[in-house]
């Protein structure tokens, strides 16, 4: 039999605004005795001393939360002491990027290897909650290349990584206290419920058997939205999003662009049509909050990473083809986005150099892995080609 806890043990990696604005601040609620894991020692030595932080809604009125904290470690010089952390925990999360989830699936393997050897017979849940589809599997896949078979079994049995998608506007901050997190009021916490372990509680979180369609929901809808207000918007000289969205062609065009990602959730998950369309509205009404000053080179930064063939707007795209619905919003998103050429973002200089160098036919074939006939490629190459056109006359 599992071994229970008298209070429920959380370790959160990334300490930063949404780590601890969003993921440690739901979690504290809930009733977990809530640690981070970090690498700005800074921070980490703040958490340390003050044992807390205060989190506020950008709201009217505002609403202010203080949040304990148990511990804080940083990753590279307390990695002994985090480990049996981990290793005792009933939960591990993460909010750290989906790229660093590869680097820091070692030091979790160890953790896992510590509750092997000490037979920790206690469930630990470890979710990803990373605006990736599937970061938790990912996640374990990366641990897994680190255990050996007696651990893989011992880990398969009493460790769950159930994925999740998770959805709060946590802004750029600006504040004169240096612990505190101003957030949105609004979040959504879906954790899927087939692929966790034991009891998993989680007060605030919705635990769902279909997460497919409510991450798809997610990143069809807001995650696209937001997107293609950051990329219009750049295009037409404004730099937050609140700022673009005055601008009714913008709103007009983001609102087009979501109705055409509820059709494709219409049809491929049975979502009811009117539903979506509020959702659309309340989503467009987080963004135009004038209290979240949020920048347009923020949203659309890691440029090669959305318009990746699995993220916001190809994903969908695709799809919309397969169901033969309309999808010229979303194809005119991805050409506002092929021309951020913001320079502060690496991967759009990466990306705008090798369109100059090989082509915007050869970029996109070997971004997308389609064929150079594909009505998608063929809609943004007419795109550009009418650009030039207006430009030249």
Not at 214 to 228: P, Q, S, T, W
Request: glycine share 4%.
């Amino acid at each position: 039999m599992p071994i229970l806890n008298s209070m429920k043990k959380a370790c959160h990696f990334g300490a930063g605004n949404i780590g601890r604005g969003f993921i440690g601040l739901i979690l504290n609620q809930a009733g977990y005795q809530v640690s981070f894991a970090d690498v700005n020692a800074s921070l980490i030595q703040q958490l340390n001393e003050s044992k807390k932080y205060p989190v506020e809604t950008l709201s009217m009125p505002s609403k202010r939360y203080i949040v304990d904290v148990e511990l804080c470690f940083d990753i590279n010089k307390d990695a002994d002491q985090l480990i049996k952390t981990m290793s005792t925990s009933d939960l591990i999360t993460t909010a750290v990027g989906p790229n660093i989830l590869p680097k820091i699936a070692p030091l979790f393997a160890k953790a896992l290897e510590a509750k092997y050897d000490n037979q920790i017979f206690s469930y630990l849940n470890i979710i990803a909650c990373e605006n990736v589809i599937g970061g938790s599997e990912l996640l374990k896949n990366e641990i897994f290349k680190y255990l050996n078979d007696s651990a893989k079994s011992f880990v398969s049995e009493w460790v769950g990584f159930p994925n999740s998608a998770v959805d709060r506007i946590v802004p750029i901050q600006n504040n004169i206290e240096s612990l505190l997190v101003k957030v949105e009021d609004y979040y959504e916490w879906v954790i899927d419920s087939l692929t966790s372990k034991g009891d998993l509680l989680i007060d605030g979180a919705i635990f769902t058997e279909k997460l497919d369609a409510f991450i798809e929901r997610k990143l069809y809808l807001v995650n696209a939205g937001h997107a293609a207000i950051a990329y219009m918007g750049y295009q037409r000289g404004y730099t937050t999003i609140c700022e673009a969205l005055q601008d009714d062609e913008v709103m007009e065009h983001v609102y087009s662009q979501m109705l055409e990602a509820a059709k494709l959730l219409e049809l491929k998950h049975g979502f009811n049509i009117d539903e979506l369309e509020k959702y659309a509205q309340k989503t467009l009404k987080r963004f135009s909050n004038p209290e979240i000053t949020d920048s347009v080179y923020r949203v659309g930064r890691s440029l090669m990473r959305k318009l990746s063939p699995n993220d916001r707007f190809i994903k969908p795209l695709l799809e919309l083809y397969q169901y033969q619905c309309d999808s010229k919003h979303f194809e005119t998103s991805v050409h506002y986005a092929l021309m951020f050429d913001y320079s502060e973002d690496d991967e759009a200089v990466y990306l705008n150099n090798k369109i100059k160098e090989v082509g915007i036919v050869n970029a996109l074939v070997d971004l997308w892995g389609i064929p150079s006939n594909h009505p998608l490629i063929n809609a943004i190459v007419e795109l550009r080609s009418n650009r030039t056109k207006l430009s030249s006359l």
